[in-house]
């Protein structure tokens, strides 16, 4: 059975927006962007296999987009996850309810403070529900190196929380 | 998990309702480009066969066959006192078409397959005759023109 666009765009276009918006923390662009990746999907719609699940394959194409977007736009400067500071992110720094997270504006400029990196894989995982093998795939990135990053970020979250240091974008 | 996940729900954005309007907007621009595309191709496509066809036919087409025409008598600076004789033969034998002037003016038309025996009544004193001959199976043609007096 073919695939409609306008299901998969029905579907899909918050967890998009949402992802979107949260990379590159600013509405207008994030709206161009959005309708640039649905414009990708709808020319690649064909080309969808059923090897991952639809909303994978969707998240894998906005992904892709924005790192290149990044790229062309010389803004892409990930601090890249350094490995000798798994064990100590592996840390579980504590439920983030234990946080402050009654303020939501509070919550939303603490996670604007965090690093690109950190921003996406919160996102991923506990805005749009993506698994950690998930989250390996889509980040091309080994699953320890996923939990890590996940704590690290959850750790920077609690962190500017707290009043403590920022990373800045 | 179920309460971080609660969060986290609370700050996800929603698009705004104009994304629906830019999406269907860009696709409608993507369509127009692909059937833009398919049509500057066929367009391409034609023109090309067209030209290609036009080449083709312009390499291959026959060229004429040299017309000799010989007049049986010396007919030129003759004098003739009112009419004048117009003995040609055209090689080689096929279907001509021929028109004789007189002074300018359309003497007679026909068609022959070879030979033209005829003659021109000739009322001025200098007459120019030109004779105008088309090959209508090989195509090519010939002029001839003369001058005969009259006293």
């Given amino acids: ?169 | 998990m179920g309460n971080e996940v609660e969060v986290f729900q609370r700050i996800r954005k929603s698009p705004p309702p104009q994304l629906d309007v830019k999406v269907k907007r860009g696709i409608r621009k993507l369509k127009f480009q692909r059937y833009a595309g398919i049509f500057s191709l066929v367009f391409v496509f034609a023109f090309t066969l067209g030209a290609s066809l036009r080449i083709f036919l312009s390499l291959n087409k026959e060229i004429p066959q040299i017309i000799t025409v010989t007049m049986r008598e010396n007919l030129k600076d003759k004098i003739y006192p009112g009419v004048a004789p117009l003995k040609v033969e055209v090689e080689p034998v096929s279907v001509y078409s021929y028109k004789v002037y007189l002074n300018g003016d359309v003497y007679r038309e026909g068609y022959t397959s070879g030979d033209i025996d005829d003659s021109i009544v000739i009322n001025d004193p200098v007459n120019y005759v030109n004779l105008e001959i088309v090959d209508l199976i090989n195509g090519g043609e010939k002029e001839l023109s003369w001058f005969v007096y009259n006293f």
Avoid at chain 1, 10 to 25: G, P, S, T
């Fill in chain 1, 1 to 169: 059975m073919a695939i409609r666009f306008d299901d998969v765009y029905n579907e899909y276009k918050e967890m998009v927006f949402n992802y979107v918006f949260w990379r590159i923390n600013d509405y207008d662009e994030a709206v161009d962007l959005t309708q640039e990746i649905f414009i990708k999907i709808y020319k690649n719609l064909g080309k969808f296999k059923g090897e991952s699940s639809m909303k994978t394959w969707v998240m894998s194409i906005a992904i892709n987009h924005l790192n290149d977007f990044f790229r062309k736009k010389k803004k892409f400067n990930p601090v890249y996850f350094e490995e000798n500071s798994r064990e100590d992110d592996c840390d579980d720094p504590g439920p983030i309810e234990e946080m402050d997270l009654e303020d939501t504006i509070k919550v939303e400029r603490a996670l604007q403070k965090l690093k690109d990196w950190e921003r996406e894989i919160l996102t991923l995982y506990y805005m749009e529900g993506f698994q950690y093998e998930e989250i390996s795939k889509l980040l091309n990135i080994p699953l320890g190196t996923v939990k890590s990053r996940l704590n690290s970020a959850k750790k920077s979250l609690k962190k500017v929380l707290t009043g403590g240091v920022t990373h800045g974008k």
